[in-house]
């Protein structure tokens, strides 16, 4: 399975970005799916998470009430919705799915498969 995401773009800060991520597959039925983001010289971190089956939600602190993370189960697509963006919010952003519970939503090696990337970058 292969995830492709998009979305992208430079945004000025207090903008608003959506982000994509689709399955190769439309079979693909994932446990969960997440968003993780990397800055420069920073490690990657997690920013949100939605399980398949019910659709419950999980995000990382620095996003909470700002991103809403939602999914079309017949596309098998993700999406990341991101208001009142700000320049730390600035970094590339990786959609990843996971066939099971694993180490849980948060962890990056609970996730079987990740998208190439898309860069946001937000000027103050």
């Known amino acids: 399975v292969q995830l492709q995401a998009s979305g992208g773009g430079l945004v000025q800060a207090g903008g608003s970005l959506r982000l994509s991520c689709a399955a190769s597959?439309?079979?693909?039925?994932?446990?969960?799916m997440g968003w993780f983001r990397q800055a420069p010289g920073k490690e990657r971190e997690f920013v949100a998470s939605i399980r398949w089956s019910g659709g419950s939600t999980l995000y990382g602190d620095s996003v909470k009430g700002r991103f809403t993370i939602s999914r079309d189960n017949a596309k098998t697509t993700i999406y990341l919705q991101m208001n009142s963006l700000k320049p730390e919010d600035t970094a590339v952003y990786y959609c990843a799915g996971r066939r099971r519970a694993g180490s849980g939503s948060v962890r990056q090696d609970s996730y079987d498969f990740w998208g190439q990337g898309t860069q946001v970058t937000v000027s103050s």
């Open positions: 597959e439309r079979t693909f039925s994932p446990y969960g």
